[in-house]
């Protein structure tokens, strides 16, 4: 079988049930079943640019056969250059359409589609590694301003002298965990601490945890099996913070998972963050089970989830950023740090990309 009738024939399955799932989402039956409809409206969104690029892919094999037979079996001169030239263009667009087309046919991480809870931990280096776990927070918030994805801190504990010991937040977007996936795990700094007297340059350490919030149809979770506690928020916002019992924590007696809520005035928008929290961390033990079935398959880890795993080091002396997954090193390290890491998960998701086009054997 030739490769493009292997990629045809694919593709032919694919829009067989991309007619069945259109037929289905106008089935009153399923329209009816929220839980269901949501799951197939989904596919089918899924589905569509795939099948746009096969009505192109069709449309250009056809008219490849049809300048073919002009080649073979006109006689004027003139038509057959014509034909000649078109044939050329058409063979041109063949290659890079088969591989955009190789890439739509690997099943999609059903997860990259979701919202994300962003988790940065300062790690060894003291005050250091809080200061560093301060500028990845900058630096994740200015990528996300420029996505204009919406990001809302949802708990933090400030360092002693600057940073954070810690910082959990939720960005809420197009594909956000698809595309900050790629930043779970140890991110170093090498640099002159500002707590630093005699100007020698410390290796410090912050941990990143990115988790596809899970939705209100993803995970169960029983009234009885939660410990709901209140306390009164710490930190900046006035007066009232420190008298209102509005901050929440609550407990997930079968998993032992606690989260707090302290960033609103108000208990119930706590509360209601804090639920949201606890469904995405209690969906994520079963995810997390899921990503290691992945690491195993693929070298670079790329988004294995694996949060021991050192994957960056930002060296300040030289200016250098190096992500040691695919062995890349960037010299824009004040540009990154600020924001722009367009580049760093672009580069991540081609290695990504060409791990799974190899797995999928397409």
Not at 30 to 55: G, Q, S, T
Not at 249 to 256: A, D, S
Not at 311 to 331: A, C, K, M, S
Not at 352 to 360: F, G, Q, V, Y
Request: hydrophobic share 35%; with cysteine; proline share 3%.
């Amino acid at each position: 079988m030739s490769e493009n009738s292997n990629i045809l024939s694919k593709l032919e399955g694919v829009k067989i049930r991309f007619d069945e799932v259109a037929e289905m989402i106008t089935d009153p039956e399923v329209i009816a079943d929220m839980k269901r409809f949501v799951k197939l409206n989904k596919e089918y969104k899924d589905l569509e640019p795939l099948i746009k690029a096969y009505e192109k892919y069709k449309n250009i094999l056809s008219n490849i056969d049809d300048a073919k037979e002009i080649i073979a079996t006109e006689t004027d001169a003139e038509m057959q250059e014509m034909a000649k030239m078109e044939l050329d263009e058409l063979q041109e667009k063949t290659g890079p359409l088969e591989e955009e087309i190789k890439l739509l046919l690997i099943p999609k991480d059903p997860e990259d589609a979701k919202n994300a809870v962003l988790e940065i931990r300062a790690g060894t280096g003291g005050d250091e590694a809080s200061i560093f776990a301060g500028d990845l927070y900058r630096m994740y918030t200015k990528y996300c301003e420029s996505k204009k994805w919406k990001v809302e801190v949802t708990n933090f504990t400030e360092g002693t002298v600057g940073g954070y010991k810690e910082i959990v937040m939720t960005v809420t977007g197009e594909g956000v965990y698809g595309i900050l996936k790629y930043e779970s795990g140890v991110h170093r700094v090498q640099r002159v601490p500002q707590t630093e007297t005699q100007g020698r340059v410390h290796t410090s350490a912050a941990t990143v945890a990115v988790l596809p919030e899970a939705e209100e149809f993803d995970v169960d979770i029983n009234p009885s099996d939660i410990r709901k506690d209140t306390y009164c928020s710490s930190g900046p916002g006035g007066q009232s913070v420190n008298t209102t019992y509005s901050a929440i924590r609550l407990t997930h007696i079968p998993t032992g998972i606690v989260v707090t809520c302290q960033d609103q005035k108000s208990q119930l928008k706590n509360l209601d963050k804090a639920m949201k929290e606890l469904r995405t961390r209690i969906y994520n033990m079963e995810h997390q089970k899921y990503l290691d079935s992945i690491s195993s398959k693929r070298k670079t880890m790329v988004s294995s989830g694996d949060r021991s795993a050192k994957i960056r080091t930002f060296n300040y002396p030289q200016g250098r950023v190096t992500d040691h997954r695919i062995n890349l090193t960037l010299y824009n390290l004040s540009a990154i740090i600020d924001g722009d890491l367009e580049e760093v998960i672009a580069k991540l998701q081609m290695a990504e990309n060409a791990e799974r086009l190899k797995e999928s054997e397409l």
